[in-house]
């Protein structure tokens, strides 16, 4: 059974930091691509990092200096440090693994950016 279970998620202020972690298993991990997604309330999913099974990362321009994506291949773990954050942040975000005719989503875990 492939699970993906997200964590690190919070109420931050403004300015701050938080650091998500997903921890994937059933999988091959090292294969797969990788990626953060999120949702804020009345909007549409979108893509925030992806990092391939190569270790290329790519992120959103709304995202790029201020968070960063990465990998543990041998602990089967994807992150995201996430910095500078601000309230347009705020959503709830999505651990992601696709690979070939495969595709698989985290629960998600809420990200909340509020003085």
């Known amino acids: 059974q492939v699970q993906l279970v997200e964590s690190g998620g919070g109420l931050v202020q403004p300015g701050g930091s938080l650091r998500l972690s997903c921890a994937a298993s059933?999988?091959?991990?090292?294969?797969?691509?990788m990626a953060w997604y999120r949702q804020a309330p009345g909007k549409e999913r979108e893509l925030v990092a992806y990092?391939?099974?190569?270790?290329?990362?790519h992120y959103a321009d709304f995202v790029k200096g201020r968070f960063t994506i990465s990998r543990d291949n041998g602990k089967d773990t994807v992150s995201l440090q996430m910095n500078s954050l601000r309230p347009e942040d705020t959503a709830v975000y999505y651990c992601?693994?696709?690979?070939?005719?495969?595709?698989?989503w985290g629960q998600g875990t809420q990200v909340t950016v509020s003085s």
């Open positions: 990092i391939l099974s190569s270790q290329t990362s």
């Open positions: 059933g999988i091959l991990f090292n294969i797969y691509h």
């Open positions: 992601n693994a696709y690979a070939v005719n495969r595709d698989y």
